[in-house]
């Protein structure tokens, strides 16, 4: 079965510093990645995606990441982070040929970022 | 501006009740979802629907029902059958195949047994 593992359930990072958050998955068929920013008392928001194309995906709001299909990797990077960037964030997964048509989306456990000043 | 209202923000619920969460979007999506979140276990699939009238149990359902007799609308019911209801549910939608689209969530509801 399809699974997604975040490694680190929190991270604590001083402002302007870099950081990644790990995501890793289990499925060596084709899937499609996710990442989903989280902050207090709210829904999720779509960050970024990878379906295709350049392994390289970058949000507008300096976030990137890189689809790695040998070390079934998705790790989310930010050079330079703001208190503001303060959330949780929740890789996904979701597996593209299900025989019967319909469909799984796995969510991680989430990593919280905390950013401090 | 298109969204996901969900309401209320807060519920709290005596044990052997049952209650009813609404999820409403103009998004014009066809699929809905209901997740459950709690901490340290990410988001669990509790119901989806992907046409009006239709709809699938995920993984968790069971203390759970829904209906979906218009587009717009998918409301989760917690029944007294579900043992542990303390949680934030999360509802979402989407425009068609989640795997190209992603989900537009809601701002959650978190639903308190007293």
């Not at chain 1, 960037?85 to 299900?98: I, K, P």
């Not at chain 2, 209320?8 to 979007?25: A, D, H, I, M, W």
Request: net charge neutral; proline share 4%.
């Amino acid at each position: 079965a399809q699974s997604v593992t975040q490694l680190d359930s929190q991270v604590p990072v001083f402002e302007e510093a870099p950081v990644e958050l790990r995501c890793n998955y289990s499925s060596s068929v084709s899937v499609y990645l996710f990442w989903y920013v989280q902050y207090p008392n709210q829904g999720l928001q779509l960050l970024l995606k990878y379906l295709s194309g350049s392994t390289l995906v970058e949000s507008i709001n300096g976030f990137e990441a890189e689809f790695n299909k040998s070390q079934t990797s998705f790790h989310l990077r930010k050079p330079s982070v703001h208190i503001s960037d303060t959330a949780e964030y929740f890789c996904a997964v979701s597996q593209s040929n299900s025989p019967s048509g319909t469909y799984k989306y796995i969510f991680g456990t989430g990593t919280r970022l905390k950013v401090l000043a | 501006d298109g969204g996901i209202t969900q309401s209320p923000k807060y519920l709290f619920r005596k044990e052997g009740q049952n209650v009813t969460l609404s999820c409403e979007q103009n998004l014009n999506h066809d699929a809905m979802y209901w997740y459950r979140q709690d901490p340290g276990q990410g988001l669990r699939l509790i119901y989806y629907s992907q046409i009006v009238n239709d709809f699938q149990k995920g993984d968790i359902a069971e203390g759970y029902s829904v209906s979906r007799e218009k587009k717009e609308s998918f409301p989760l019911t917690v029944t007294s059958a579900q043992k542990n209801p303390t949680a934030f549910y999360l509802c979402a939608s989407s425009s068609g195949l989640p795997w190209d689209y992603g989900y537009t969530f809601g701002s959650g509801t978190r639903l308190t047994v007293v």
